[in-house]
Nanobody, 121 residues
Framework: VQLQASGGGLVQSRGSLRLSCAAS????????VAWFRRAPGKVREFVAA????????LYSDSVKGRFTMSRDNGKNMAYLQMNSLRPDDTGVYYC???????????????WGQGTQVTVSS
């Protein structure tokens, strides 16, 4: 599976962005999909994930209520709608696929190249 993240950019605080993750390969529907981010000077952290075969998303506490993740297996796509953005949401956002039992752990087998999100105050 190859993943391509897009949709990042520069946005003002309290603004919105929608990230997309395009996947190649028919196995996408059989994989859990996740979004992670890496802020400047920090380690990569979990943002959201949807387990394969389900539609319910798991979110980190820092984005819960502001971000919404979805996936469309027919189109091999995953999305991250980000609302009420804050400066501390700034970072490179990565989509990932495959994953293990614990969705928030970054042991995913496939990673996209990342898309930069910058939130100005």
């Amino acid at each position: 599976v190859q993943l391509q993240a897009s949709g990042g950019g520069l946005v003002q605080s309290r603004g919105s962005l929608r990230l997309s993750c395009a996947a190649s390969g028919r196995a996408f529907r059989n994989y859990s999909v996740a979004w992670f981010r890496r802020a400047p000077g920090k380690v990569r952290e979990f943002v959201a994930a949807i387990r394969w075969g389900t539609a319910n998303a798991l979110y980190s506490d820092s984005v819960k209520g502001r971000f919404t993740m979805s996936r469309d297996n027919g189109k091999n796509m995953a999305y991250l709608q980000m609302n009420s953005l804050r400066p501390d949401d700034t970072g490179v956002y990565y989509c990932a696929a495959q994953g293990g039992a614990r969705l928030e752990e970054d042991n995913y087998g496939y990673w996209g190249q990342g898309t930069q999100v910058t939130v100005s105050s």
